[in-house]
């Protein structure tokens, strides 16, 4: 195809929120990027924070952050996940960040002393976010997920500036997805259209008639239904597309090749590709619904009531089964539940245990426990971020006999043995303020992190305001710590293990942010690996 008209999809949802826009955004563009197209997705979220880094992982799950540094949205995560391709900052705005740059530039006087409006100033900003990645000339196809629930209040800029740009590019260059429920009513015993007929109404009512309808509901759809709906929507009924409960969101892009998605999108954007190759996805599938074993791995946390908040690492495991041809069965542990009944009866059955990132000392006493449990009856374990922290912590209190080993972050001792990072004593503000992003580091030969990546020279992304305190370095090496892990621009601690363990790893970035559905990240793999190892060796004894 030719290269220099960029093409867009815009993918907008209806009647509830949580429909899975974002599985169904990163799921065309897997079948659209199969193809040979170079596709990347952006997200347009319609809340007035600037972005999630200070939101509550209970309200809206974990902060995905990009390989550039910015703290984005988690749908981002399964566009990377799915595509296997970096995002960006351009790939995630907010309404905070689109009123933020308009409000900046009314105060210096970009404006020349016109009434700043939502209608053009805010649309104008919005449109030229929706294009920004085009003008860098390197994709073929953008697809756009706005956020939100079309009706609501705060969606509705986006939508308009939607309409204006849509109508700006022609139709051959700009077309509208519309993801929409089409409930089965258990009493009546019967599929029902109306909510579905009453959400692209609104849309019409704003001025967008959807071309491709992605139906969501529990149960496959008739002919008949789909013809139904494709009546009172002005959608062909070959575009009116099934999307019923799949056993894995991993499922999602076969299903929609199977209805020819790709093919209705490249005839509507005038496109004439390859057709697609989703033989590793395939396999990969194949492997998640049919694996061949499976292991226990636990994820103590203080949000696993909520596991949103952990999203990538429970996406981690599943492509880590993959990779091993096992599933991973995850127990969500509570650290204040570890704290309250100690360790035993949480963690005994398990054949491997991950202690997740977080702030703030809630949970964390709950989370030391747990590491001791695992590291003296020679249970794989994985740490990330405060994870590490914590083992870092254990190991003083418990190996190195500094009784009062703890972080500055939960309590001022003698003993500190992580400390704030030095840039960040002198940090006031708390959005984005963090060490955040892609950052190297140097491997250490010979290491179980060594035998994992194979490589001496890694990137890993960040998130963090703490670090292990270069005045304990030397006293935890020798009781036995392995610094296996060296950030080669300030010296700093990335990751830690212990020669004398079966596999216990901990990093100070977070390695599920790195993780792809057909590609496993190194840790996660050898993780699992070594679960199931354990699990042999358990069986055996038992």
């Known amino acids: 195809m030719a290269r220099n008209k960029v093409k867009y999809i815009f993918i907008t949802g209806g009647v509830i929120s949580s429909l899975g826009k974002g599985i169904a955004a990163a799921s065309l563009g897997l079948l659209l990027k199969s193809r040979g197209l170079r596709v990347t997705i952006q997200k347009f979220d319609p809340y007035l924070n600037v972005d999630p880094g200070t939101m509550n992982p209970f309200q809206h799950g974990e902060v995905y952050v990009t390989h550039d540094g910015a703290e984005t949205d988690l749908d981002l995560g399964h566009y990377e996940r799915f595509l296997d391709v970096n995002m960006t900052k351009n790939n995630n705005s907010t309404t905070g960040q689109v009123y933020f740059e308009v409000i900046s530039k009314e105060r210096r006087g970009d404006y020349l002393g016109a009434t700043v409006q939502v209608i053009p100033h805010i ?18 196809v953008i697809i756009t997920e706005i956020g939100g629930t079309v009706g609501d209040i705060e969606s509705l800029p986006f939508l308009e500036a939607m309409r204006q740009f849509m109508f700006a590019k022609g139709r051959t260059h700009a077309i509208s997805v519309h993801v929409t429920l089409v409930p089965f009513i258990k009493a009546a015993g019967e599929i029902k259209t109306k909510p579905t007929q009453h959400s692209v109404k609104t849309l019409l009512e704003i001025g967008i008639q959807p071309d491709i309808l992605i139906c969501r509901s529990e149960a496959p759809l008739t002919k008949e239904v789909r013809e139904k709906i494709a009546l009172f929507t002005n959608v062909a009924t070959e575009s009116v597309v099934d999307a019923h409960d799949v056993p894995t969101i991993y499922d999602v892009p076969l299903q929609f090749a199977a209805q020819d998605i790709d093919e209705i999108v490249l005839e509507k954007l005038d496109l004439t590709c390859p057709k697609p190759n989703l033989k590793d996805w395939r396999k990969f599938v194949e492997h998640v619904k049919n694996p061949k074993g499976q292991v226990s791995i636990g994820i103590c946390g203080k949000y696993t009531d909520h596991q949103d908040a952990y999203k990538s690492i429970a996406e981690s495991f599943v492509h880590a089964g993959a990779g091993n041809n096992v599933s991973v069965n995850i127990s969500w542990i509570r650290a204040e539940d570890i704290e309250r ?39 794989p374990f994985l740490g990330i971020c405060l994870g590490l922290q914590c083992a870092v912590i254990e190991f003083g209190r418990n190996v190195c006999g500094l009784d009062r080993a703890n972080s500055t972050e939960f309590k001022q001792t003698d003993q500190n043995v992580i400390d704030m990072m030095l840039e960040q004593k002198n940090v006031t503000a708390y959005g984005g303020t963090m060490r955040l992003g892609a950052y190297p580091c140097d491997i250490k030969k010979g290491t179980k ?78 993780f699992v690996k070594a679960a199931m190892e354990y699990r042999e060796r358990h069986n055996h004894l038992d």
């Open 123 to 140: 649309t104008d900003e919005i449109k030229r976010r929706f294009e920004a990645l085009a003008k860098t000339g390197d994709y073929d």
């Open 341 to 379: 009944e100690g360790p035993e009866t949480r963690l005994k059955h398990l054949h491997g245990l991950l202690v997740a990132p977080g702030f703030g000392e809630r949970g964390i006493e709950g989370k030391i426990t747990a590491i001791k449990y695992v590291r003296e009856n020679h249970i």
């Open 449 to 526: 992190t060594y035998q994992a990546y194979k490589k001496e020279h890694i990137e890993e992304r960040h998130r963090h305001r703490y670090e292990v305190n270069d005045a304990f370095r030397s006293v935890l090496e020798q009781h036995g710590m392995v610094i296996s892990g060296i950030c080669p621009t300030n010296k700093l601690v990335e990751i830690i293990e212990l020669s004398d363990h079966p596999w216990f790893v901990a990093g100070q970035f977070h390695p599920e942010l790195r993780s792809r559905a057909t590609n496993p990240h190194p840790l996660f793999r050898d």
